[in-house]
């Protein structure tokens, strides 16, 4: 199941089998199915029964837990996940989140435990230990919390990596992960062998070429520290993509970036910072909230590249990073093009979104935003999704006519959001490649 270059999506435990899809290119929407038993025996991961929920009190929110009574919540804090023991039933576990802060807190065996920078629960391995996952960027690495003793042991042996989920079913654990050099793929570990202390992780043989491992910096910007991950072309840069995350409480972890590798491949050094407002929740790394939205965040942009840029600069972006490349153009004289892949250029482009998301942080946040301005005059590559409801595609391409020569605007026929189709990605990625050559 976990051998070769195959990609491995959506798993489904249940009792007796692990179903999942494989995927031959990981672009592909087509894949087949793929079955393994598992034995026979109910999943043992610890998850919540039906009774165990979250309710009102003249006091504040609680958790109902039917042997352990009320348990109350801090102040202002919401659920994301619990987890209960199957051990009697007599600890559960929750991960709690309060504004950009996520803790884990055990409740049972007469006393209460907790442990921060936790992003996933995992499953209980015995009485006493369930899994964590915590963020240490750029990884998010599961570990044995004791929830008693109150210590953490990794589950894994000196990997960089970033683990999105951990199940269990009956003694098979099996770990969802990714990595720079690996697309996402699932690890299937027996208990004991867990147990018996930190696992290897397996990666795939790469079976093309790949560009030398990405490394991280860390750049002092106007106000915060901002991570940043740095892919290297083999030999002299012909300059620096700086690609900006979306969001804009997006982030830029250790996983697999096929575009990245695919630019670096291309001859470019790539950047991929993580700026303000990122949703990063290591908290010796996470950013704070931009007061100014395309005026604070452009100042980290335009810090990175003081830092970080090699000869001609070309700023790229998803959605929200989109549009902050084209902001930061403004105030970068290395600046030799933009691409936007489901961005905007001006704030007024979100006045029709049909998107909640999108009309709630316009609720919150849109009397932040800078004042709209014509884009750069720089070439700009714009890609845009034909049914994209969060950007209204006939909001880009009324700036077409705005656009500096060498622009190119490509409608991505069916594409929602951002480039998420192996149909969208064979319109657009080739044509962007060869924009970005027309650049030299």
Partial sequence: MTEGDSCHRAPVWTGTELTWQVFADPASEAGRTQRMPLGVGSATSGHTPADCTVRSTVDGQTLFHPRLGDIPLPEGATVEAMSVSPHAGLRVAVLLRRGTARRAVCVGGNHVSHVDSVV???PWLGRDEVVVIREEWPNRLPYRWNVDGGGLRPLLAASAAVVADVQRCDDVIGLSWSSVRQ???????????????????????PSGPVPPAARVALVEGVSCTLPCLIYAPASEPRGTVVLLHGGPNGAHLGTWSPFADSLALDGWRVVLPNLRGSGLLDPALRPPKPD???HDDVDDVVSVIRHLGVGPIVLGGH????????????????????FLLGGFLAAA??????HASVLAFLRSAGGR????????????FIAHGSADRRIP???????????????EVIVADGEGHGVQ????????????????????
């Fill in 421 to 440: 189709t192996d149909a969208g990605a064979r319109q657009v990625f080739p044509a962007l490649f060869t924009w970005l050559g027309g650049l030299d």
């Fill in 349 to 354: 482009d979100l006045a029709d979104s049909e």
């Fill in 292 to 294: 100014r939205y395309g």
């Fill in 319 to 338: 959605s929200y990073g989109g549009y902050l490349a084209a902001r930061a153009a403004h105030v970068c004289p290395q600046a030799r093009g933009v």
């Fill in 369 to 380: 935003f800078v004042a709209d301005r014509r884009p750069a005059p720089v070439p700009h």
């Fill in 183 to 205: 697309p996402r793929r699932i690890e299937l570990v027996e208990r004991t062998e867990l147990l018996a202390g930190p696992v290897r992780l397996r990666p795939d043989v």
């Fill in 120 to 122: 996933e629960l995992g």
């Fill in 393 to 407: 595609v006939a909001a880009m391409t009324s700036h077409a006519d705005e656009l500096g020569d060498g622009s």
